[in-house]
């Protein structure tokens, strides 16, 4: 399994920042992903899920309706639209593979809010 992320960057208070994942060394298609953040001195949480077909979504409740999960299978990538970015948003993002077992994470894509 190969996760490069990319997409972040430092963002002032309410704006907004669009993440990708490319994955690589499995059947992409037939597995869910997700996108977790790891803050600085915290566990990493997951975020938000998208069931294999991209379809069905869900997420963490402190992004509901500010961020939006979705994916392309051919082009073996998931993305994270976030809007209306908070300072608790700041973090390194990390996607992964739902139900896969052991995997490397990739470097994560670091998000920055503050004004």
């Known amino acids: 399994v190969q996760l490069v992320e990319s997409g972040g960057g430092l963002v002032q208070p309410g704006g907004s920042l669009r993440l990708s994942c490319v994955a690589s060394?499995?059947?992409?298609?037939?597995?869910?992903m997700s996108w977790y953040r790891q803050a600085p001195g915290k566990e990493r949480e997951w975020v938000a899920i998208?069931?294999?077909?991209?379809?069905?979504?869900n997420y963490l409740d402190s992004v509901k309706g500010r961020f939006t999960m979705s994916r392309d299978n051919a082009k073996n990538t998931v993305f994270l639209q976030m809007n209306s970015l908070k300072p608790e948003d700041t973090a390194k993002y990390y996607c992964?593979?739902?139900?896969?077992?052991?995997?490397?994470w990739g470097q994560g894509t670091q998000v920055t809010v503050s004004s």
């Open positions: 992964g593979p739902n139900n896969y077992g052991r995997f490397n």
């Open positions: 060394g499995f059947s992409f298609s037939s597995y869910a």
């Open positions: 998208i069931l294999s077909g991209g379809i069905t979504t």
